[in-house]
Structure formats: C-alpha cells, structure tokens
C-alpha cells in the first residue's frame, strides 16, 4: 500500500498513527507530498487533492482520515482501535468528529492568516476561535470517559492538541484545561504518537 501525506497534516498524521498501532508500518509505503502543489500522483489517488489518501494494493482507493483510520483497524494486527458495537463505538466515532472537527477549524485559522491582508475574515476567524474553545472544553469531559484501552479517540483527540500547539499555540489550552493536559501527557507518550510528531 502507499500512503500519501504531508508532515504538518494532523489527519495524516492520525493514520500514520493508526497504521503504526496496528502494526501495519511494513506493509506501507509512506510518500511525503505538498497537496497545494497538486502533485499528479496524489490526484490519481484522490481526486480532491488532499492527504491523506491511500493506495491498496489491489489499486484500490481510499482518502479521508475517518475511512483509512476504519480499514487500518480492520486489516491491523493490533487490538481493535474502534469498538464494533455498543455504546463504546458511538463514543470512539464521536470523540474522532470532534477532534477533526478542531483540526479542520485549526486549518482554516492558518489557511486564512496565509492570505492577503485585504482577503482575510477576522469576524469569521474569531468565530472559529470560539468554536475550538469550545469543543476543546467538551473534548475535556469526552477523554475523561474513554476507556483505558487505547482507540482512534485517543489518536485524534492527540492529533488535534498537538496540530493546535504546532499551528496556534496562542490558544493557550493548557492552562485553562488542566484535566485535559493530564489527559494528553499521557496519551503523547505513546510511540505511535511521537513517532509521527508535527513537523
């Protein structure tokens, strides 16, 4: 298989965890791509041009965090990442919207503050600020429920604080969520975690 992604990515970098979970990193070919040079090969891999995107090896395709995250579990070798049923697989799946969803509001911050001054949107960006805010208090009270076991929750929720320290670190999470930083210290230190760190 080959995974294509880009080192800053906080969704590729969340099935590059997953993928080295579940013990699958020999089977993986990792290709490093910018995705706003929009590089052939990722085209053909993904039509919207993004990363992460994978490349079965049937010639099969897979793009979107949630999806390869999904079959990595399944074809893994590793402990089940996301529950199959029950209660505890609405939590995983829930837990993994909420943190892509602080990434994708991460994103456009940075995305916008690349732009022209004349074309950025200060009303829309203090929104988003607001709205990380608030998903960071609720993923607060969302991590302290996760069972011991280690799931996809873990690794996005991880993913998205450590994109938010890399890319804004003026949110300043820390401080005003100390039950969630505990949270995170823990989880960070999986190798899983710090072998594929932000760069």
Not at 13 to 41: C, M, N, W, Y
Not at 123 to 144: F, K
Not at 175 to 193: K, N, Y
Request: with cysteine.
């Amino acid at each position: 298989m080959e995974l294509f992604w880009s080192p800053a990515s906080p969704y590729a970098r969340k099935v590059r965890a997953v993928a080295r979970e579940q013990h699958l990193e020999g089977r993986i070919t990792e290709r490093s791509v910018s995705p706003f040079d929009d590089p052939d090969a990722l085209l053909a891999a993904n039509p919207l041009g993004k990363v992460p995107a994978l490349v079965l090896d049937d010639g099969g395709l897979l793009y979107d965090s949630p999806v390869i995250c999904a079959y990595l579990d399944a074809i893994g070798q590793g402990a089940a990442m996301i529950p199959s049923d029950g209660d505890a697989r609405w939590a995983v799946l829930r837990a993994e919207a909420l943190a892509d969803g602080v990434m994708d509001l991460g994103l456009g911050i940075v995305l916008d503050g690349r732009k022209p001054e004349a074309e950025r949107s200060p009303t829309t960006v203090a929104r988003w600020h607001g709205q990380i805010r608030r998903a960071l208090d609720r993923m607060t009270d969302e991590t302290q429920s996760l069972a011991a076991e280690v799931t996809l929750a873990h690794i996005a929720c991880a993913c998205a604080l450590d994109y938010i320290d890399f890319r804004l670190p003026d949110i300043g999470w820390r401080s005003s969520r100390p039950a969630l930083a505990r949270w995170h210290a823990d989880v960070a230190d999986r190798p899983s975690l710090r072998a594929t760190a932000p760069a």
